[in-house]
């Protein structure tokens, strides 16, 4: 069974930092991949960053130049590394991984960016 736990959000200043992890049992990130997404009140859920199981990485325009994302394989955890943050950032971020036809979705963090 394949269960996906995110942590590390919170409440920051703008310009401030925050680094989110993704840890997942049931399932090698290094073997499917990985992405966070994020979804903010009354908006749809979008992709932020993805690194793939080849070890290539993936940023949406939102996200290139202030975040990072990487993994550590022997912890099967993947970081999104997040700096300069706007109050645009704010929302719920979704870490998630897909094997064959499913999906899977962790339980979100929230990252509010306000002064």
């Known amino acids: 069974q394949v269960h996906i736990v995110e942590s590390g959000g919170g409440l920051v200043q703008p310009g401030g930092s925050l680094r989110l992890s993704c840890a997942a049992s049931?399932?090698?990130?290094?073997?499917?991949?990985s992405s966070w997404y994020r979804q903010a009140p009354g908006n749809k859920r979008e992709l932020v960053a993805s690194y793939t199981s080849v070890g290539s990485t993936h940023y949406e325009d939102s996200a290139k130049g202030r975040f990072t994302i990487s993994r550590d394989d022997a912890k099967n955890t993947v970081y999104l590394q997040m700096n300069s943050l706007k109050p645009d950032d704010t929302a719920v971020y979704y870490c998630?991984?897909?094997?064959?036809?499913?999906?899977?979705w962790g339980q979100g963090t929230q990252v509010t960016v306000s002064s």
């Open positions: 049931g399932i090698i990130f290094k073997i499917y991949g």
């Open positions: 998630s991984t897909k094997r064959a036809w499913n999906t899977y």
